[in-house]
């Protein structure tokens, strides 16, 4: 037996632990791995068991790991980050001249797509897979070898290659449209029904930040309606059932064909808005990914 595996701990405590020690919870620990709180706990105390070490402080109001314990957490994670992004490279592996670009699926189905067909115009040899998603980058191992999202949202370790600008304003469909006298003045906003994207951490945009940086003294808060994914607060407002807010970049072909207005005159600049992000292992693919960057940039600018 190698001498190395005669000190490692059992390995099936390690991702219980590892869990354990980033959320501070057995129960949040659980329930991302799809086990029950007392099997973490077994786990956890078996692990301390081996090394004769605590691990944990147990409270009532929760478990917080020990010195001991955040020293090794910061080892295991970073071990298990390893192995996960060396699977992620060998599963990577891509037929020649393909490319996967991961986007969110809003801009993936009102913008990238309307777009494609000019990439394979110019460059017939690569294959652009698109992967939609709602899903943050740094929330899930991905396969992908460039990413685009809303740069404010997790991204992990993968590395920034630019960002793009992008400008917010209220959007709603004709008929919601009827009964209001626009332009509306954002003081009345907090009569209508307002649609919202609801998440945690909430790394997009929400109303009250879009009226602050507008320059209003309103808040509307939690007023409105709440949904958990931006395609569905935009399907909302395509359906009548109050205002968004926009994303220009999104929302411009259905601002162009009449399916959507703009109910207020006033919008939002953000300037480092869409974030484009490069795996690791996508330098295997080197020009074929270099032609799609300095299209997205020609594209984003």
């Known amino acids: 037996m190698h001498s190395s595996r005669r000190t490692l701990p059992p390995l099936a405590t390690l991702l219980p632990f590892e869990a354990s020690c980033r959320l501070e919870s057995f129960t949040l620990a659980a329930e991302e791995l799809g086990l029950t709180q007392g099997a973490i706990s077994k786990q956890i105390r078996f692990l301390e068991a081996e ?4 691990l944990f402080e147990r409270r009532n109001r929760g478990v917080f790991p020990t010195e001991a314990g955040r ?7 970073d071990a298990l980050s390893e192995i996960a992004m060396e699977t992620q490279r060998l599963k990577a592996r891509r037929r020649p001249g393909e490319v996967v670009l991961r986007c969110q ?16 115009r110019l460059h017939p040899d690569v294959e652009v897979r698109v992967s939609g998603s709602i899903e943050a980058i740094g929330e899930a191992a991905a396969d992908f070898d ?5 740069a404010g949202r997790r991204h992990g370790s993968y590395p920034l290659v630019f960002t793009a600008s992008d400008e917010v304003f209220p959007v709603c469909s004709p008929s919601y449209a009827e009964a209001m006298k626009c332009p509306l003045p954002l003081s009345a906003l907090r009569d209508e029904r307002l649609l919202a994207h609801r998440v945690e951490p909430q790394d997009w945009m929400d109303w009250d930040d879009f009226l602050r940086q507008s320059g209003s003294m309103v808040r509307v ?4 309606r709440s949904f958990d994914s931006y395609p569905l607060v935009l399907q909302a407002a395509v359906s009548g059932q109050g ?12 601002l162009a064909d009449g399916t959507l207005l703009r109910p207020c005159r006033e919008s939002v600049i953000r300037p480092a808005e869409i974030a484009v992000y490069l795996c690791d ?9 270099a032609a799609v960057l300095a299209w997205l940039a020609q594209e984003l600018a």
């Open 221 to 224: 808060g939690s007023k409105g």
């Open 71 to 77: 020293r090794f957490g910061r080892i295991v994670s």
């Open 105 to 120: 699926l809003c801009e993936a189905f009102y913008w990238l797509m309307p777009r494609l067909s000019s990439f394979h």
């Open 281 to 289: 292992h996508a330098v295997e693919h080197r020009r074929e990914v």
């Open 51 to 54: 090394l004769g070490v605590t």
């Open 146 to 150: 460039i990413a685009i999202q809303t």
């Open 243 to 254: 205002i968004a807010l926009g994303w220009r970049r999104t929302v411009a072909s259905m």
